[in-house]
């Protein structure tokens, strides 16, 4: 029986390093940690799925719990879907959670959205070049956390939430959905590591995977500790 969720690994950024990934999916191993959190870019503006194919198959490799979501160079996104949808069927413990949910043992729910989040009205939704959604559209798709309100929360976003202490340039509406849900972390990618509160939400740049680095948070106490492969 899996354990209660308690501790998990966390990462962004992989940009295809599977040499770095390998690395980091033995030391999971090797390490007491409940899950695994991914944020995109996984593959690196892959054109074939045979790519995203050995990325899932080295993610799979630590058998714990794994959530993750693609960046905004994960487009097309029919890629990465077809990749994800075989893959976990292979795996039952890898859980793509992008616009929709999974379930993590002790009632805490992993959900967010890839790709680029924007509040601008005049760009585009994009799933083929690159990855870019309008805002109200994580609203919409997340609406159904009103219906676990027992649950502790994990959300995973590739864009930070608008944060003054955190990221000039983040989403004021993702800032408004941590407000309304308080979920207990939120995981975005970042040019570096950093831990801010918003609200009650630890929300947490783990580092770069291409640059060898992680994070090992603590979900009951909010604390990271920032590690290098």
């Not at 054109?47 to 080295?58: A, E, Q, T, V």
């Not at 058998?63 to 069927?89: C, K, M, N, S």
């Not at 090992?216 to 590690?227: K, P, S």
């Amino acid at each position: 029986m899996r354990k209660h969720v308690n501790t998990i690994l966390a990462t962004a950024e992989p940009s295809g390093q599977l040499a770095a990934l390998e690395r980091l999916m033995r030391q999971a191993q090797e390490l007491d940690i409940q899950a695994v959190a991914i944020l995109g870019n996984l593959a690196a503006r892959s054109l074939s799925p045979r790519d995203y194919g050995r990325f899932f198959s080295l993610l799979a490799q630590s058998r714990l719990p794994t959530f993750y979501v693609p960046g905004p160079e994960d487009g097309p996104l029919a890629l990465y879907l077809q990749e994800a949808a075989q893959i976990e069927v292979i795996y039952p413990y890898l859980h793509g959670v992008h616009g929709t949910f999974a379930l993590a043992p002790g009632y805490v729910v992993f959900t967010g959205m890839g790709g680029t989040i924007t509040d601008d009205p005049q760009q585009a939704r994009e799933e083929e070049e690159s990855l870019r959604y309008p805002a109200w559209e994580v609203v919409y798709r997340l609406k159904f956390l009103s219906e676990l309100k027992d649950y502790e929360k994990v959300f995973l976003f590739h864009t930070p939430p608008y944060h003054k202490g955190f990221h000039e340039s983040g989403s004021p509406t993702l800032a408004e959905l941590i407000k309304s849900y308080s979920p207990r972390l939120v995981l975005v990618s970042g040019p570096e590591r950093k831990r801010e509160l918003l609200g009650t939400s630890a929300v947490v740049a783990p580092g770069s995977l291409a640059r060898g680095e992680y994070s090992i948070i603590d979900l009951q106490h909010q604390t990271v500790e920032g590690r290098t492969l």
